[in-house]
C-alpha cells in the first residue's frame, strides 16, 4: 500500500471507514423524515416564531447527528451487536422525529425522551467500540453530552417559555462544548466524514423536490404550473450545484491536507457550525418553494416570500462560512449574494409568487455560474467538470 501526505493508508490500516456503508445510508433516512416535519412544521406557519422553533429543534438535532457521524467515522457498523445498537439509536431518532409537530406542546416528553437515548446510544458506542484515544474523548465529551441531554428532557417536563429557555440552554451547551472539552483524541477520515455530510445536504435538499410535489396534490396540471415547478426544481439544481460543483471535494482535500492531530476543530467548525444555517436555510426554502408553488399565479403572503428568499440567504450565508473556516476560495462570492437574493422578496409579495422564485434562481444562478467561471479560469477542477479527477482520486484511494 502506498503512503500519502493525507494519511488515507494509515486510516485504512487503522480500520477507519474511508466511505459510508449502506447501513449508515439506511440510518438518514429518518433524518430524511426529520427533515420533512420540520418543513412541513414551517409551511403550516411561516414566520419568525415558527422559524425559531425550527432552529431551536434541529439545532440539538444537528448535534447529535454529526455526533454519530464522529461516530461511525470511528466505528464501523461490521458487527451484530455495533449494527443493533445503530438501529435503538435510528428509533431514538425516529422518536424525535414523529414529535417534532408538537414539540412545543403535547409531544415534548416523546422529544425529550427520543433525544436521550440518541444521546446515551452514542455515549455507550463510542466508549465500548472506539480506539483508545476515541474512547477517552468520548469520555470527556460525555458530561456535556448528557447535561444537554438532560435539559432536553427537562424541558419536555415543562410547558410554556420555559421549553424554550431549557431548550436553548441545551443548545448552548453544545455550542460551547468543543471549547470546552479537550478534542484531540478524535479521528476524523476526511473522505468519510465530508461524504456522510454531502448526504445529508443531498437529503435536505430532495425535501425540495417532495416540497414541489406536496404542493402540486389536487391541482391541474398545465402549461403555467409546470413551468413554476421547473422554476422550483431549477432552484434546487442550483443549490445542488453551488455545494458540490466544486466545494465538496475542496472541503474533503482541505480536511485532508490538515495533520490528523489538527483537523477535529476545522470539522466541527465546517460540518457543524456551517452546515447548520446552510440545512436551515434549505429546509426554509423548500417551505418557500411549496408556498410558491401553492399561490403560483398571484401574490405570496410575506411569511412566504421571505421564506423563499431569507432561505436561500441563508443557505449562502452558511456556505460562506463553510468556505472561510476552510481557506476556499472566493467566500465573498456567496456573502455578495445574501443582500440581493433578499431584495428579491417584494416581488412574490406585491406581485406574483412565481416570478419571485424566477428571480431567486436567476440570481442564485448568476452568482454561482460567475464564482465557477473564475474557479475554471484559476485552473481549478472538479470530479463534475472534470470526470478525469474522480477517476484519479478513486486510484489515489486504492493504491
Not at 414551517?42 to 455526533?67: K, N, Q
Not at 409568487?353 to 475554471?376: C, H, I, P, R
Amino acid at each position: 500500500m502506498s503512503t500519502d501526505p493525507s494519511g488515507q493508508a494509515e486510516d485504512a490500516a487503522e480500520g477507519g471507514q474511508l466511505r459510508a456503508s449502506t447501513l449508515e445510508l439506511f440510518f438518514d433516512l429518518v433524518f430524511v423524515f426529520t427533515i420533512t416535519q420540520l418543513t412541513h412544521v414551517f409551511s403550516e406557519h411561516p414566520g419568525w416564531v415558527e422559524l425559531g422553533r425550527v432552529a431551536l429543534m434541529f439545532g440539538v438535532i444537528w448535534w447529535m447527528y454529526s455526533g454519530y457521524v464522529f461516530l461511525t467515522n470511528e466505528v464501523a457498523p461490521n458487527s451484530t451487536v455495533r449494527r443493533t445498537w445503530l438501529l435503538v439509536g435510528m428509533l431514538g431518532f425516529f422518536v424525535v422525529a414523529l414529535a417534532v409537530p408538537e414539540a412545543f406542546h403535547g409531544s415534548g416528553l416523546a422529544f425529550g425522551i427520543g433525544y436521550f437515548v440518541v444521546n446515551t446510544v452514542h455515549t455507550g458506542l463510542f466508549y465500548s467500540n472506539g480506539g483508545g484515544s476515541a474512547s477517552s474523548a468520548a469520555l470527556r465529551i460525555a458530561p456535556l453530552n448528557l447535561l444537554s441531554a438532560g435539559l432536553v428532557l427537562a424541558g419536555g417536563l415543562v410547558h410554556g417559555w420555559p421549553r424554550y429557555v431549557i431548550w436553548g440552554a441545551a443548545l448552548a451547551v453544545q455550542i460551547v462544548t468543543p471549547y470546552l472539552v479537550d478534542t484531540g483524541g478524535f479521528v476524523i477520515r476526511a473522505s468519510h466524514f465530508a461524504e456522510r455530510h454531502g448526504l445529508v445536504i443531498i437529503v435536505a435538499l430532495g425535501e425540495s423536490v417532495v416540497a414541489v410535489g406536496a404542493a402540486l396534490a389536487g391541482m391541474e396540471i398545465g402549461v403555467a404550473l409546470v413551468t413554476t415547478v421547473a422554476l422550483g426544481l431549477g432552484l434546487a439544481y442550483v443549490l445542488w450545484w453551488a455545494y458540490f460543483g466544486f466545494d465538496d471535494e475542496r472541503g474533503e482535500l482541505a480536511l485532508e491536507a490538515l495533520p490528523r492531530t489538527q483537523r477535529v476543530r476545522p470539522a466541527v467548525l465546517a460540518y457543524g457550525y456551517a452546515l447548520y444555517p446552510l440545512l436551515i436555510g434549505i429546509i426554509v426554502t423548500a417551505a418557500g418553494i411549496r408556498l410558491t408553488v401553492a399561490h403560483g399565479h398571484s401574490a405570496s403572503s410575506w411569511p412566504a416570500a421571505w421564506a423563499l428568499s431569507g432561505g436561500v440567504a441563508l443557505f449562502f450565508v452558511g456556505q460562506t462560512m463553510f468556505r472561510v473556516v476552510l481557506g476556499l476560495p472566493r467566500a465573498w462570492t456567496r456573502l455578495a449574494a445574501v443582500p440581493v437574493v433578499l431584495a428579491t422578496a417584494p416581488i412574490g409579495a406585491a406581485w406574483l409568487a412565481w416570478a419571485q422564485l424566477a428571480a431567486v434562481l436567476l440570481v442564485a444562478f448568476l452568482v454561482v455560474v460567475a464564482d465557477d467561471t473564475l474557479s475554471l479560469r484559476t485552473g481549478d477542477t472538479s470530479a463534475y467538470v472534470n470526470p478525469a479527477t474522480a477517476l484519479l482520486r478513486v486510484t489515489r484511494r486504492s493504491a
